[in-house]
């Protein structure tokens, strides 16, 4: 009896366990270089809505931008949130007298249903102090 019953726990632990499903998602680091600077403009891309004016960069508790140094550097935080990377490229942009690189890294993270992406870009940050809803995880 007592092997019945602890074999019956196990299948119950087991399938609670089992119906917690994770799935990929993405996100794109994108690093512009500044003009008369060593330094970028990163942008966070994970799929938000987003207009031709809001700038999709990520920002703190308070709402204040946070700065990175180079790319490796956005990675670095990006790591500490539980992204991995997974690709990258460079784009060029020839704008007639010079020329841009646009550095686009792609990250991934697993994520559970209902589990928030652990970022927040000003925009969002915007909508979360006005008491909208916040972005649903997918």
Known sequence: ??????FLAFV?????????TQSKVYCEIVGTSKMFSKK?????DFGQESTL?????L???NGKPIVFNSM???MNYMGTLGWEFEQAYVVTVDSGSSATNVYHWLLSRYVSQGEDFSLTTRPQFRKDAKGQDTIPAE
Request: hydrophobic fraction near 50%; charge should be negative.
């Open 12 to 20: 119950v632990c087991g399938t609670a366990f089992a119906q917690q």
């Open 53 to 57: 004016f809001s700038r999709e960069t």
């Open 40 to 44: 970028l403009t990163i942008e966070v």
């Open 1 to 6: 009896m007592r092997k019945a019953l602890l």
């Open 72 to 74: 490796v550097d956005a």
């Open 59 to 61: 920002v703190d508790e």
